[in-house]
């Protein structure tokens, strides 16, 4: 079936380095992805979309790749900071499916002081 | 301040006592969705809406009820709440862009417990 899925549930990082959260994904008609980021006691708050016409996009500190031949995705947060501390998920559109997302089942980063 | 607004925050009830959690959005958005969120499980949908008067099962719709007579709201209504449906409850909504799918924005929950 079709199904997001993220390769590690936990991460821990030392704060100012890099980090690399990853996301596989089985639907190869998914042409929206999303990264939301979801701390404690919070919902879910959108960080960055990609399309499927593209396989890189910049936000601030935040990028996104998409490599569509391996249906993988991936987050990658600059300079980590204590405030990066929460879970992640990804999640997947079709576009001829305006109602499904399907989200990963999140990693949590954390960011050691 | 565009949002997504649920209440309550937090609710206690017990067994097959009928409830609503509330949702209200102010961003006109056509779609709305209800999620609830078990450890290990992530996000998994209950109910969608595309419109007003138009709305579908998602995943885990078993014990819920959703109605939406007006854009801006929609409730989420559960007629006689069990043990099993105690879980963390987030609303969300999205536009439909001018490229298609768009982000969801979500509410900051409803953690609901069932006695």
């Known amino acids: 079936g079709e199904s997001v899925g993220l390769h590690l549930p936990t991460l821990s990082v030392q704060e100012g380095d890099n980090s690399i959260i990853n996301c596989a994904y089985s639907?190869?008609?998914?042409?929206?992805f999303i990264w939301y980021k979801q701390e404690s006691g919070k919902g879910p708050q959108f960080i960055i979309d990609?399309?499927?016409?593209?396989d890189k996009r910049q936000g601030q500190r935040v990028t996104v790749l998409l490599n569509k031949t391996v249906k993988h995705l991936s987050l990658q947060i600059a300079a980590t900071q204590p405030g990066d501390s929460a879970v992640y998920f990804c999640?997947?559109?079709?576009?001829?499916?305006?109602?499904?997302?399907?989200f990963g089942p999140g990693t949590s980063l954390s960011v050691i002081p | 301040e565009a949002q997504v607004t649920q209440n309550p925050r937090y609710l206690i009830t017990v067994t097959g006592k009928k409830l609503t959690v509330t949702c209200s959005q102010n961003?006109?958005?056509?779609?709305m969705s209800w999620y609830r969120q078990d450890p290990g499980l992530g996000l998994r949908q209950i109910y969608y809406?595309?419109?007003?008067?138009?709305?579908d099962k998602g995943d885990v719709p078993e014990g819920y009820k959703v109605s939406r007579k007006e854009k801006r709201n929609f409730p989420l209504i559960l007629e006689s709440p069990s043990p099993n449906q105690t879980s963390l409850y987030f609303c969300?909504?999205?536009?439909?862009?001018?490229?298609?799918?768009?982000?969801?924005?979500f509410g900051s929950g409803t953690q609901l417990s069932v006695l």
């Open positions: 969300a909504s999205k536009p439909w862009g001018p490229q298609g799918n768009e982000k969801l924005f």
């Open positions: 639907n190869s008609a998914s042409d929206y």
């Open positions: 990609i399309r499927s016409n593209m």
């Open positions: 999640a997947e559109n079709s576009g001829t499916s305006y109602d499904k997302v399907i």
């Open positions: 961003m006109n958005h056509e779609y």
């Open positions: 809406s595309m419109n007003v008067e138009v709305t």
